[in-house]
C-alpha cells in the first residue's frame, strides 16, 4: 500500500465525498491555505514505507503565504511563526547544535521519514480553525488509526492537549509516544521547552537500528 491507495480508500466514504464538496466550494468563494496542490503534501514528502515518525498539528497557518501543506512548517521566504522559533530554540538546547531547518522550511525533515501532519488540513485566510468539523478531523484520525494498526515503531510526537488526545487513537505497545505542551508562546514555558523530543527521537531510531533525522 502506498499513501496513494489510502487516500483513495478514504474518498470512497461517505463522510469525504461531503467534505470534498464543501472544500471545493470554500477555495471558489474564500481565500484558503495551503494552495489547493498543497493538502497532500505531507503525505506525498514523508512515504509510508520510510515513515519513522509523526509530528501532529492542528491547523494551516492562516496568515498570507505561509502554509505549504506541512504542520509547522513555512517557506523559508517566510518570517518563521512564534511557535517555529521556540521549536528551533529546543532544537539548539536540546541537541547543542542548530536546526538545519533554521530558515523554518521542514521540507528536509518529511523527506528523512517525520510526517508533519495537521488534524485540519485547510483554513481561511485569517481566521483559524475555520475548516474545524467539516471533516479533515474524520481522514486524519483514521490516517493515525492506518499508521498504528499497519505499522510499527513509529515515534509519535505530541504537542499540546489537542494532539494529546490522538493518543487514543495510537497501539501503545507497538509504537513511541510522546508528549509535551504546544510549542506557542502562551504554553511553551510549561514544559515545550526542554522536553528533548528531537534527542529522544533519535535515541529510540538509534536503538531500532534506523538512521537518526538529522533536525
Not at 491555505?33 to 514528502?45: H, V
Request: glycine share 6%; charged share 25%.
Amino acid at each position: 500500500m502506498t499513501w496513494e491507495d489510502v487516500i483513495n480508500l478514504e474518498k470512497e466514504k461517505e463522510y469525504y465525498e461531503k467534505l470534498k464538496n464543501e472544500i471545493d466550494k470554500r477555495y471558489e468563494t474564500s481565500t484558503v491555505f495551503p494552495e489547493k496542490q498543497n493538502i497532500f503534501k505531507a503525505f506525498s514528502l514523508t512515504k509510508l514505507e520510510n515513515l519513522k515518525v509523526v509530528i501532529l498539528g492542528q491547523d494551516p497557518y492562516h496568515g498570507f503565504g505561509q502554509a505549504q501543506g506541512l504542520a509547522f512548517s513555512t517557506p523559508s521566504n517566510i518570517k518563521n511563526p512564534p511557535s517555529m522559533v521556540n521549536i528551533l530554540k529546543e532544537i539548539n538546547d536540546d541537541l547543542g547544535k542548530k536546526s538545519i531547518c533554521e530558515d523554518g522550511d521542514l521540507t528536509s525533515w518529511a523527506k528523512q521519514g517525520v510526517m508533519l501532519l495537521n488534524t485540519i488540513l485547510t483554513v481561511e485566510e485569517g481566521k483559524p480553525k475555520s475548516h474545524h468539523n467539516l471533516g479533515w478531523e474524520i481522514f486524519t484520525d483514521n490516517i493515525i488509526k492506518y499508521i498504528s494498526d499497519n505499522k510499527e515503531n513509529v515515534i509519535f510526537i505530541l504537542w499540546g492537549s489537542p494532539a494529546i488526545a490522538k493518543t487514543k487513537l495510537i497501539n501503545k505497545s507497538k509504537h513511541h509516544i510522546l508528549t509535551a505542551p504546544h510549542p506557542s508562546p502562551l504554553s511553551s514555558y510549561r514544559g515545550f521547552f526542554g522536553c528533548k523530543h528531537f534527542s529522544k527521537t533519535n535515541e529510540i531510531l538509534t536503538n531500532l537500528k534506523k538512521e537518526a533525522i538529522n533536525w
